[in-house]
């Protein structure tokens, strides 16, 4: 049985007041599968496009994240503005995993842009998500390292940046040496991604296509 529209987005409204972000990617994926094969023209394609594709990169999940913006309308593209940066977030990202892209573009594009009060929540776990990540790069990569060099990879001061991996992480910190001594991070596991939801993604392509030779 379909899930109403309406009760979908109730249902994900509920998710980012409550902080459960994870739960959000397949309301979000049942949204665009229902918005674009019944073309409900009453419903805003930001409001599910935006989110959606900020979870994607939560996740780091920028295969779907790409996938998702060739399916996005190429006006809409150019008529939200946060979907713009989102996308630019994305290709930096990208840039970023190759190793031929700056962490810091990203962190300025993140805090310099306006977003707004839906997104922000998702916006401030996106940044908590990549510093995770390329903190945990260099957990793998040292036993102990300079202070200056964990800062600049999180974009922080170097004072701010050694209390804050202390407090949160549980790193240790020789204000003597000025060394950083990185504590293993927990296993985290990602979510599985399941037939249901492949099968939804190879709907709504198959629909567009349909759409595109109708047109």
């Known amino acids: 049985m379909t899930v109403p529209s309406q009760q979908l987005f109730e249902q994900a409204e509920a998710c980012l007041q409550g902080g459960r972000y994870q739960e959000l990617i397949p309301l979000y994926e049942q949204l665009e599968f229902q918005v674009s094969a019944i073309e409900i023209d009453a419903v805003p394609l930001n409001t599910i496009y935006e989110p959606l594709l900020a979870c994607y990169l939560i996740v780091n999940d920028l295969h779907s994240a790409r996938s998702l913006v060739c399916r996005i309308p190429s006006d809409l593209k150019k008529q ?26 990203i962190y300025k594009l993140l805090r310099q842009s306006r977003w707004n009060s839906a ?97």
Request: hydrophobic share 40%; aromatic share 6%; no cysteine.
């Open 80 to 105: 939200s503005t946060q979907l713009t940066t989102l996308i630019t977030v994305l290709e930096l990202m990208r840039q970023w995993e190759r190793q031929n892209g700056s962490l810091k573009d």
């Open 119 to 215: 997104l922000a929540p998702l916006v401030a776990l996106l940044q908590d998500s990549i510093q995770d990540r390329e903190l945990n790069l260099l957990t793998k990569a040292y036993t102990s390292l300079p202070v200056q060099l964990a800062a600049s990879r999180i974009w922080l001061e170097e004072d701010t940046a050694a209390e804050q991996l202390v407090a949160t992480r549980g790193w240790r910190y020789e204000a003597s040496t000025k060394l950083l001594y990185p504590k293993a991070p927990d296993t985290v596991h990602n979510r599985p991604i399941g037939m249901k939801e492949f099968g939804q993604l190879a709907d709504v392509v198959a629909h567009l296509e349909v759409k595109q030779e109708s047109s």
